[in-house]
């Protein structure tokens, strides 16, 4: 839920009456963030900064070596490191800062594995290292600096190539006023070395001192700190990433408008396909190509801008060195450039080559997607708000009433008593454990919000202690930071100090957090932070966390208060239990805390529609438990437009519908009895297919290849994915093409894969790879295919919740490919413990079908696990008749099987092979 | 794998409480039992194929309709039976059997799934029947208070049908009346206008006789202040030395100008002045006055006010003879009706009888008071024009008085205006934090408890209960917009009471009201009570 208007708030009312969509108004553009605009004004052209070789240090992993800009003489110190798994690590940092500048803590999982590092070549201008196999180098050069990445004698990526390099070194303010007055002739020398060596400074330009958007002054006592460099990705056209934006999967060229913008905000009623900054912030970006998959990650958590321009025309310049290097002018070019408030140049240039080793690569860095509880992956009941324990009940009810199935129902803020979060409303909440107990009795559970403003009152213990233990963040003048928010005067909690947080996670232990219970989980919201009467409805950006600035640690704010609410809910249940905490804010890492989702969404078709782009964008970075809320959260949705919602949550990692609290009821029975049935089918199609999403969980919880995938990554030579974004592939066996349009009674879908075929999941219908589609539709369901070559496990016996189903029996989908063989696997595990991981109690088999023989073999065998699941039947697509089917089990015995084949179709079914689902077996059709 | 028991020992209840064991598949009802025979191959209910029995509850679905599997969880749309002996039998969907969760009172669909049950039908029949009871013994008397009301409403219904006709009767006369009046109204009133018109004509004249009077004197006068020398004549010099007279304005009064408004003599004597003083008149300023004159212009013109008009009161509402009907804050078209409710005789006196000011100039004397034949003119025509407001007023009175009788009549008021006593009714509840106020087929409004103004939750919309009985629900509609969402309406569920009273409230979604009212007039006549119906739960 939430936005930064409530009628309780006046202020905000004012602001916000008026608005029907976002008010841009309430948000920087580039030129009003002032080291935006600096940065801007800088073109591309010759580099002031030169390498001084003489300086170069090179230990086995390390080489590092200064640069000075020509301009002022400040000397910069760069260091590159070769990591393992074919990544190179750019840092750039002043060599003698006034003061340290931050380095982004607690993103990267631990420091990253180095490899050796060796100079294969030198003369006076230019510096060659190898960066080990497959012929890969970096080619430094010294004026105008600038590195370049090759593989044999392809570039395959440049740094500074534009020079646009630039690197506001910390500086003293000088007296500008009594200076001018007294020298104003002196004012526009640009620079003037004195006695010492020592640099004058540029000259004084409008924002670096100080900086006032509409009624707020952010005074920046450390003066202009921005960084910036430019990056060329020759033969790329195609980018991918950045998020988060309400904008196309590709990225768009910025050259005519803003920069695409990272800054956590709270923006309500965010406008679609537009750069400005969302709720959550992470600095990857992808590049793609027939050649070669790319990253980019600039770690880097201040306020952060990219442009992306796409000229082919431009080349630079190569030194000698590279003559060797073949450029064809014709080839399309992609250049990025980035820009950061403050902190340093730190990237990590991840070399792929193909998608699934940029995932890896990424996944090494900061880790991968926290493997959630069973049940999270189910249907989530949300709305802003479930008014007291009455409504809650009468909901959960209406769900059995209704034979829908849930895991979840959701507490938005007015649970809680006066927004003091870990409390619950008196008089509406009485009995939280009452309502918890009799949820628990229905084997499902209950999300609580608990936002990180905490409400300036002295009889509020949470308040008092945070308080007390001085760890609220600080304005400028070393006071309590206070800002408006749901609770009116909030403070707030200083997440980026680990003992703030080891506190903050003890408050969720059952004692602490009266009426909690362990299906009880939580959700954080306006963790951007919100700050309702703050610059851009956030935090100043000269409030102080210890030492640092908001501004360094901005986009970090949100990452930090999901990490430790999530090892609260990790302690509580003494590491037994896996947690589940989603967050509207994040950064690079938040996949390691839980699930996110797109905000405060509208009822619209186009935001149904961009939450397809947008989710793929975040699983490509490596969160890829997304969602968008299921209907809209403002406005009413039409039913049509509900129950195409419902079809397409159904297929997207995090499935929960939400509403705000002024739009009319919406639980799912309410559209009539036709959309009941609707919205009933789009969620069992869900519990159905939760076999594969858990195991497509675990897959990315082990390899951090992201769950909800564009057709590019799986398809990565068809030039006709990449722009692909009103369709999506889930793993690389199911493709998805949600309806999107109103009144919609057909779609056109691509199906990729040259010699593939595809089954429609719904009517059992082959289609070949390789081909644009046209699909009629009705309001049933959505086109979903099965890729031929592929088993999935289903439990087709759904029930009300997820837990409901956990001893259930599989049934195998075995959609045969053009080879007549397929694969897939099955995890199972106890659902919801880290026993998978601690005690390696788990099932993972590889079913695989080839030479009409179908089997299950152990894909972890020192691993154990007993499920009381078994396999209650196969469907084999694509197969022709057999004379019999034959079960070999692990004991050797056989026994024939029935089976029913129903020729228009080609569909096999193999009835009851009873086998327990963790067992060795073969099936032999003959 | 799972280990199933085809067949069960049931012991179904019978009413008179002796333990019968049938034997058939579990989940089967009874009813279905004779489709279930363990001798026979099993056809699938819909009859789309027929499989061996022992594939009865074999935990594998094998037909579409889930007929063969009504004790498992296989089939995706089968359902379970439960006998629950003492309670009543349900059907539960299949996908509850061995969830873990106890649905069934007898504990028969958890018989594999470690769910630990207890058998409570026991418990909640007895309490069912407590409940049942307690209903019937409400709808009972409930039922025999809503004869009373349909026999009061009829009577009511009756009594203002020939109230109204004898209105509509009485209104006749009383149209002619009106118009009888009307006409002596007008017939009176003509004379009354002649004879006005006559007055103020002879006025107009006598008034035109005293100015020219006035001219004459003031033109002798001049002319003696203007013959300075006293000769008799008025000469050009002498007419110089009134500057004022300038017929330029350019601030000389020339030989040329002054003889020129002699009309080119050099002197006038006081019968050719006569043909001066028209000329000069308007600019000349007496050589008496002229220094006063200049003194009292700066004085500030003495502004005219009636004294009257500011002490005339406003609108005094004291006097409003309704105060309790309210007037929330954002007022809607609607007021208009409830105001109709009451017949508000202070609209129709709104004429102020206040006679207006009259406009007296200073100079000019008042009019003289009419003679005495205007006068009884006057008198005679505003007894007319009083008789004949009094007549309209009247008819006025008596059309508001069918309209808002012909309005409640036409209302629905159930089938048998059971609902009739609750209009102009109103019924309040106090919650923790406000008062609501539900006056049926007018409307539904809640105040703060501690202060603050009255929300308007709805105004009456229409009875909007199911198809079968649309007099379970009231809609209230249209009530104060909400801040970005729609008007606040409210739903009144009716349900069967001894008592008229408003049970409960809540806001379920934002500015959208629940509340929930009990009246006999709902109540259905009582059934013979089955203490153990058949019915499927309802739901």
């Known amino acids: 839920?939430?936005?930064?208007?409530?009628?309780?708030?006046?202020?905000?009312?004012?602001?916000?009456?008026?608005?029907?969509?976002?008010?841009?108004?309430?948000?920087?553009?580039?030129?009003?963030?002032?080291?935006?605009?600096?940065?801007?004004?800088?073109?591309?052209?010759?580099?002031?900064?030169?390498?001084?070789?003489?300086?170069?240090?090179?230990?086995?992993?390390?080489?590092?070596?200064?640069?000075?800009?020509?301009?002022?003489?400040?000397?910069?110190?760069?260091?590159?490191?070769?990591?393992?798994?074919?990544?190179?690590?750019?840092?750039?940092?002043?060599?003698?800062?006034?003061?340290?500048?931050?380095?982004?803590?607690?993103?990267?999982?631990?420091?990253?594995?180095?490899?050796?590092?060796?100079?294969?070549?030198?003369?006076?201008?230019?510096?060659?290292?190898?960066?080990?196999?497959?012929?890969?180098?970096?080619?430094?050069?010294?004026?105008?600096?600038?590195?370049?990445?090759?593989?044999?004698?392809?570039?395959?990526?440049?740094?500074?190539?534009?020079?646009?390099?630039?690197?506001?070194?910390?500086?003293?303010?000088?007296?500008?006023?009594?200076?001018?007055?007294?020298?104003?002739?002196?004012?526009?020398?640009?620079?003037?070395?004195?006695?010492?060596?020592?640099?004058?400074?540029?000259?004084?330009?409008?924002?670096?001192?100080?900086?006032?958007?509409?009624?707020?002054?952010?005074?920046?006592?450390?003066?202009?700190?921005?960084?910036?460099?430019?990056?060329?990705?020759?033969?790329?056209?195609?980018?991918?990433?950045?998020?988060?934006?309400?904008?196309?999967?590709?990225?768009?060229?910025?050259?005519?408008?803003?920069?695409?913008?990272?800054?956590?905000?709270?923006?309500?009623?965010?406008?679609?396909?537009?750069?400005?900054?969302?709720?959550?912030?992470?600095?990857?970006?992808?590049?793609?190509?027939?050649?070669?998959?790319?990253?980019?990650?600039?770690?880097?958590?201040?306020?952060?801008?990219?442009?992306?321009?796409?000229?082919?025309?431009?080349?630079?310049?190569?030194?000698?060195?590279?003559?060797?290097?073949?450029?064809?002018?014709?080839?399309?070019?992609?250049?990025?450039?980035?820009?950061?408030?403050?902190?340093?140049?730190?990237?990590?240039?991840?070399?792929?080559?193909?998608?699934?080793?940029?995932?890896?690569?990424?996944?090494?860095?900061?880790?991968?997607?926290?493997?959630?509880?069973?049940?999270?992956?189910?249907?989530?009941?949300?709305?802003?708000?479930?008014?007291?324990?009455?409504?809650?009940?009468?909901?959960?009810?209406?769900?059995?009433?209704?034979?829908?199935?849930?895991?979840?129902?959701?507490?938005?803020?007015?649970?809680?008593?006066?927004?003091?979060?870990?409390?619950?409303?008196?008089?509406?909440?009485?009995?939280?454990?009452?309502?918890?107990?009799?949820?628990?009795?229905?084997?499902?559970?209950?999300?609580?919000?608990?936002?990180?403003?905490?409400?300036?009152?002295?009889?509020?213990?949470?308040?008092?202690?945070?308080?007390?233990?001085?760890?609220?963040?600080?304005?400028?003048?070393?006071?309590?930071?206070?800002?408006?928010?749901?609770?009116?005067?909030?403070?707030?909690?200083?997440?980026?100090?680990?003992?703030?947080?080891?506190?903050?996670?003890?408050?969720?232990?059952?004692?602490?957090?009266?009426?909690?219970?362990?299906?009880?989980?939580?959700?954080?919201?306006?963790?951007?932070?919100?700050?309702?009467?703050?610059?851009e409805v956030t935090m100043h950006k000269d409030a102080l966390h210890g030492v640092w600035e908001h501004r360094d640690v901005h986009n970090l704010y949100g990452l930090y208060v999901q990490k430790a609410t999530a090892d609260g809910l990790i302690q509580r249940s003494e590491g037994v239990q896996r947690p589940f905490v989603l967050t509207r804010a994040f950064f690079a890492g938040s996949q390691r805390y839980g699930a996110v989702w797109t905000g405060d969404n509208a009822a619209e078709w186009g935001h149904l529609k961009i939450s397809i782009p947008m989710c793929l964008s975040l699983g490509l970075v490596g969160i890829s438990f997304c969602g968008a809320d299921v209907g809209g959260f403002f406005k009413h949705p039409s039913a049509e437009l509900l129950v195409r919602w419902y079809q397409a949550g159904a297929y997207q990692p995090f499935f929960r519908a939400h509403a705000h609290i002024d739009t009319p009821r919406r639980e799912p029975w309410l559209f009539g009895p036709e959309n009941t049935a609707l919205i009933r089918e789009a969620i069992r199609q869900r519990y159905a297919l939760l076999p594969y999403w858990y195991q497509l969980f675990y897959n990315a919880h082990r390899t951090g290849q992201p769950v909800m995938r564009p057709l590019w990554v799986e398809y990565p030579d068809d030039f006709a994915t990449f722009s692909i974004e009103d369709e999506y592939l889930i793993g690389k066996d199911l493709l998805v093409h949600p309806v999107t349009d109103e009144g919609a009674t057909g779609v056109t879908a691509y199906l990729p894969g040259k010699g593939e075929v595809w089954y429609d999941v719904h009517t059992f219908q082959k289609h070949d790879g390789d081909q644009s589609l046209y699909i009629p539709v009705t309001m049933s369901s959505i086109p979903v295919f099965q890729r031929g070559g592929s088993i999935i496990c289903r439990k087709d016996r759904v029930r009300r919740s997820s837990s409901c189903m956990e001893n259930d029996p599989y049934t195998l989908y075995v959609a045969l490919g053009s080879q007549g063989s397929a694969e897939g696997e099955l995890y199972i595990d106890d659902f919801h413990t880290f026993s998978f991981e601690e005690a390696k109690q788990f099932v993972h088999r590889r079913l695989s079908f080839s030479a009409n023989t179908l089997s299950s073999r152990n894909l972890a065998p020192d691993s154990q696990f007993s499920t009381a699941s078994w396999i209650e039947k196969i469907v084999i697509f694509g197969g022709s008749q057999p004379s019999s089917a034959t079960l070999k089990s692990a004991d050797g015995t056989e026994s024939a099987l029935e089976f029913e084949f129903d020729s228009t179709l080609a569909v096999l079914t193999l009835r009851k092979p009873g086998v327990n689902a963790a067992a060795d077996w073969t099936i032999v059709l003959r | 794998m799972t280990c199933l028991h085809l067949l069960l020992t049931l012991v179904f209840a019978v009413s008179l409480g002796t333990p019968v064991e049938i034997q058939r598949p579990r989940g089967v009802p009874l009813t279905k039992k004779q489709f279930y025979e363990e001798s026979k191959p099993f056809t699938c209910l819909d009859g789309s194929r027929t499989i061996p029995f022992d594939r009865v509850n074999d935990d594998y679905c094998d037909c579409k309709d889930g007929s063969d599997e009504p004790g498992t969880a296989a089939c995706p749309n089968g359902s379970f039976h439960c006998t629950n002996a003492g309670y009543r039998p349900m059907f539960i969907p299949s996908s509850r059997i061995n969830d873990g969760i106890c649905d069934c009172c007898d504990t028969t669909d958890e018989y594999n799934s470690g769910a630990k049950c207890e058998n409570t039908c026991k418990e909640l029949g007895r309490k069912e029947r407590e409940v049942l009871q307690k209903m019937a013994e409400i709808t009972k008397e409930g039922f025999l208070l809503k004869q009373q009301l349909i026999e009061e409403a009829k009577k009511g219904q009756q009594e203002k049908q020939s109230k109204v006709t004898d209105m509509q009767e009485n209104k006749k006369q009383l149209d002619e009346k009106v118009e009888a009046l009307r006409t002596v109204k007008e017939t009176a009133e003509q004379p009354e206008k002649e004879a006005k018109e006559r007055h103020l004509k002879a006025w107009e004249e006598q008034k035109a006789a005293i100015r020219l009077e006035k001219d004459k004197a003031k033109m002798a006068e001049t002319f003696l202040e203007l013959d300075d020398n006293a000769d008799g004549f008025v000469s050009v010099s002498e007419l110089q030395s009134h500057a004022e007279l300038d017929p330029d304005a350019d601030g000389t009064l020339t030989e040329i100008e002054a003889q020129g408004l002699m009309g080119g003599a050099e002197q006038v004597d006081t019968s050719t002045f006569e043909s001066v003083w028209p000329k000069i008149k308007d600019k000349y300023h007496s050589e008496v006055s002229r220094e006063e004159a200049d003194i009292s212009c700066l004085e500030p013109a003495p502004v005219e006010t009636p004294p009257d008009e500011v002490k005339e009161p406003v609108v005094d509402n004291d006097s409003e003879p309704y105060p309790e009907d309210d007037i929330s804050e954002e007022e809607d078209e609607d007021d208009e009706d409830e105001d109709d409710y009451h017949e508000d005789d202070d609209k129709v006196s709104a004429q102020p009888t206040i006679k207006t000011p009259e406009k007296t100039h200073e100079d000019e004397e008042a009019m003289p008071p009419y003679d005495a034949d205007t006068q009884a003119l006057i008198d005679a025509a505003q007894k007319a024009r009083d008789d004949f407001e009094e007549a309209e007023k009247a008819l006025r009175e008596m059309d508001d008085q069918i309209r808002n009788i012909e309005k409640e009549l036409s209302f629905d008021f159930g089938p048998d205006a059971e609902f009739t006593y609750l209009y102009s009714q109103c019924y309040e509840l106090t919650t923790s934090e406000y008062i609501y106020r539900l006056c049926p087929f007018n409307r539904v409004s809640q105040k703060p408890k501690y202060g603050g103004s009255e929300t308007n939750l709805g105004t009456w919309g229409s009875w909007s209960g199911p198809e079968n009985n649309k007099y379970l629900l009231m809609k209230y509609e249209q009530g104060t917009g909400c801040w970005q969402g729609p008007n606040r309406s409210t739903t009144v569920k009716l349900t069967c009471g001894k008592e008229t009273v408003v049970t409960s409230t809540s806001e379920p979604s934002r500015c959208e009201y629940l509340m929930e009212f009990t009246t006999p007039a709902v109540c259905q006549e009582p059934a013979n009570i089955d203490p153990s119906p058949h019915d499927h739960v309802e739901l």
């Open chain 1, 1 to 535: 839920m939430a936005a930064s208007c409530d009628s309780l708030l006046p202020l905000v009312l004012l602001l916000c009456l008026s608005a029907q969509a976002v008010d841009r108004s309430n948000f920087k553009t580039c030129d009003q963030s002032a080291f935006c605009k600096r940065q801007r004004e800088l073109k591309p052209g010759q580099s002031p900064y030169r390498a001084l070789l003489d300086t170069l240090e090179l230990s086995n992993s390390r080489l590092s070596l200064q640069l000075i800009n020509d301009n002022n003489k400040v000397r910069l110190l760069l260091e590159l490191y070769r990591l393992q798994g074919n990544m190179t690590r750019v840092k750039i940092n002043e060599l003698k800062p006034l003061k340290p500048r931050y380095e982004v803590p607690d993103v990267l999982l631990s420091d990253p594995i180095t490899e050796a590092l060796s100079v294969v070549a030198q003369d006076e201008n230019s510096l060659v290292v190898s960066l080990g196999g497959k012929d890969q180098r970096l080619i430094l050069s010294a004026q105008p600096f600038r590195l370049d990445i090759v593989e044999g004698s392809q570039v395959v990526m440049s740094l500074n190539s534009r020079g646009l390099l630039a690197f506001e070194h910390l500086r003293t303010r000088k007296d500008t006023k009594s200076e001018s007055e007294q020298a104003p002739g002196q004012e526009n020398v640009e620079q003037q070395t004195d006695e010492d060596g020592q640099i004058k400074e540029d000259d004084d330009k409008p924002g670096m001192w100080e900086e006032t958007f509409k009624s707020h002054t952010d005074s920046k006592p450390n003066g202009p700190t921005s960084i910036s460099l430019d990056f060329s990705l020759p033969g790329v056209e195609h980018v991918y990433g950045i998020p988060e934006h309400a904008d196309t999967l590709k990225l768009k060229n910025t050259d005519g408008s803003d920069p695409y913008r990272l800054y956590n905000l709270d923006v309500f009623q965010y406008e679609l396909h537009n750069p400005m900054a969302l709720y959550g912030a992470v600095p990857v970006l992808i590049s793609h190509s027939t050649d070669r998959t790319m990253g980019i990650f600039w770690l880097n958590a201040a306020e952060t801008w990219v442009d992306i321009s796409s000229n082919t025309a431009g080349k630079t310049m190569f030194g000698k060195i590279l003559d060797f290097v073949q450029v064809s002018s014709e080839a399309p070019q992609t250049d990025v450039r980035w820009m950061s408030e403050s902190g340093i140049i730190d990237v990590f240039i991840m070399l792929g080559p193909k998608p699934a080793d940029v995932f890896t690569q990424y996944a090494s860095l900061t880790g991968t997607q926290s493997f959630p509880p069973l049940s999270a992956l189910a249907y989530h009941q949300c709305r802003w708000n479930y008014n007291d324990q009455e409504d809650v009940k009468t909901v959960d009810q209406g769900f059995d009433e209704h034979d829908i199935p849930y895991d979840f129902i959701w507490l938005d803020i007015e649970h809680a008593d006066g927004k003091r979060y870990f409390t619950w409303d008196p008089s509406k909440f009485p009995q939280p454990k009452e309502m918890l107990q009799g949820l628990m009795d229905k084997r499902r559970k209950l999300v609580a919000i608990v936002d990180p403003h905490i409400k300036v009152d002295s009889g509020y213990k949470i308040h008092n202690e945070i308080r007390s233990k001085n760890f609220y963040v600080k304005n400028k003048d070393g006071g309590d930071y206070e800002g408006w928010c749901w609770p009116g005067n909030a403070g707030y909690p200083d997440f980026t100090n680990p003992e703030m947080r080891t506190w903050w996670a003890s408050q969720f232990a059952y004692d602490q957090y009266e009426g909690s219970m362990e299906n009880q989980y939580i959700w954080n919201d306006m963790n951007e932070p919100s700050v309702f009467n703050g610059p």
